[in-house]
């Protein structure tokens, strides 16, 4: 046993396996949602960062939010465009470890944030007087860095499990980029610690902050439903409505993924709902937040206003 186990250097991702000119559709299509998702979210970002009225926790979060999903799709979505204008595309054993760690981390940082999302707009409608002394500048700091840091670590944790196990083979994933169930498949050992970690993960970082997330709109639901003022009702819908497709895309898909039973084919499966929260996802929560939210759309007139008159 110990003589076939080797070092993998190289490592071919399959990709999707269609046919040539499918492939350049798709590389296309693919381009065009990736630079959609750099320019929404890069627009997000950068209209709360130059307009005041956008420094309150809310925004702050949610340019948290622009830039996990810049760096989620960016991390991804260039490697799988390889794939589609090259019948197979290799990648060395350590940059694919490098994009697992960061896919981990990047997901559980977008967990997080959208859990500190729906505390904030729980303490923002439940607790209106109590809004600056519970969401100060210093508590949503300490809540950000928190997010960033212990996601990178939990992440960390994968990455360490990983990398003890001996890999022997096939050298191929079948995979658009190194996704870490499909990188599990390639070690010739029983990877159930791997598996048992992945799962309690999942409990821990899916499961508990969708819980939270519910939770909280659960008691932002019944605060909405006594305000007198239909004005403030709309605005307190609008906000949180917003919210929670975010909230449903990125945790639905996420959890089917990970905690569902496994399809007649789950290779195939894992691909599209990996596309679906790799590209999608990212690519729509600019749209759902600006189309659907007053004050983001006031900020971006604002800021068009201003171009125009310069």
């Known amino acids: 046993m110990e003589g076939n186990q080797t070092w993998i250097t190289d490592i071919t991702l399959l990709g999707f396996q269609v046919g040539s000119a499918l492939e350049i559709l798709l590389c296309g299509l693919f381009s065009v949602f990736y630079t959609l998702t750099l320019l929404g979210n890069g627009v997000i970002f950068g209209i709360i960062c130059l307009d005041c009225k956008l420094h309150t926790p809310m925004y702050f979060f949610l340019s948290h939010l622009a830039i996990v999903d810049m760096s989620y799709a ?3 979505v260039p490697k799988m ?3 589609l204008m090259n019948q197979k595309s290799t990648i060395s054993f350590l940059p694919c470890i490098m994009q697992t760690f960061l896919y981990l981390a990047f997901a559980h940082i977008e967990c997080l944030i959208l859990v500190v999302m729906s505390y904030d707009r729980y303490v923002a409608i439940c607790h209106p007087l109590r809004y600056n002394v519970l969401m100060s500048w210093r508590v949503c700091t300490v809540l950000a860095v928190t997010s960033w840091v212990f996601s990178f670590l939990l992440a960390l ?3 360490v499990l990983i990398l003890r196990l001996p890999f022997c083979g096939p050298h191929e994933i079948n995979h658009f980029f190194c996704e870490i169930l499909s990188v599990l498949k390639l070690a010739c050992t029983d990877t159930w610690l791997n598996q048992v970690v992945i799962f309690a993960a999942c409990v821990f970082i899916l499961m508990g902050p969708l ?3 519910l939770v909280s709109y ?11 003022s239909g004005v403030g009702r709309r605005k307190a819908f609008s906000t949180c409505s917003s919210h929670l497709c975010v909230v449903g895309l990125f945790f639905g898909s996420a959890i089917v993924m990970y905690m569902a039973p496994n399809s007649h084919h789950p290779e195939e499966q894992q691909k599209v709902l990996s596309l679906f929260y790799s590209l999608f996802n990212p690519m729509l929560n600019p749209l759902i937040y600006s189309l659907r939210n007053a004050e983001v759309k006031g900020a971006l007139r604002r800021a068009l206003r201003k171009e125009r008159l310069m």
Request: proline content about 0%.
């Open 81 to 83: 465009l390889t794939n």
């Open 157 to 159: 944790v994968h990455l």
């Open 211 to 213: 819980c939270l997330v």
């Open 74 to 76: 960016s991390n991804n």
């Open 218 to 228: 659960s008691c932002i639901l019944v605060a909405i439903l006594r305000i007198q």
